[in-house]
């Protein structure tokens, strides 16, 4: 059986077009040829679960400004990436989400990555 979208009432804030990819305990959202956003929630390592932002390190703290609620991504000590965390413990969790999708939808050039993988699933 499979699990339900977890934060699919956030589809109706993004933008027509986009594709997602369901993976194991997350969903991929593709748009305008980018990996923009991972919708996860699993109860493996819970402090991961929320909306993982694809962005580079030099927009992180804009982003931060932006949507308040937005972390950084705490993983495994060594392992470093630029992927932005918000949470979905975090008591503003709904709104923030929202203005990011709001972000997605408006094709911010701080939010998404092109990718070989990316780039395939919009020919």
Not at 4 to 33: C, S
Not at 97 to 105: D, E, K, P, S
Request: aromatic share 12%.
């Amino acid at each position: 059986m499979k699990k339900p979208m977890p934060f699919d009432f956030l589809l109706d804030y993004l933008p027509p077009g986009l594709i997602v990819k369901p993976a194991v305990g997350m969903f991929y959202i593709y748009f305008d040829k980018k990996i923009v956003l991972i919708f996860r929630k699993t109860n493996k390592n819970p402090q991961h679960n929320g909306i993982w932002i694809e962005t580079k390190r030099e927009y992180h703290d804009s982003l931060k400004t932006e949507i308040p609620a937005i972390t950084n991504f705490e993983l495994e000590e060594g392992f470093d990436t630029a992927w932005l965390l918000l949470s979905d413990k975090h008591d503003d969790f709904e709104s923030a989400a929202v203005q990011l999708c709001q972000l997605v939808t408006l094709k911010d050039s701080r939010i998404g990555k092109v990718t070989p993988k990316s780039k395939a699933l919009f020919v």
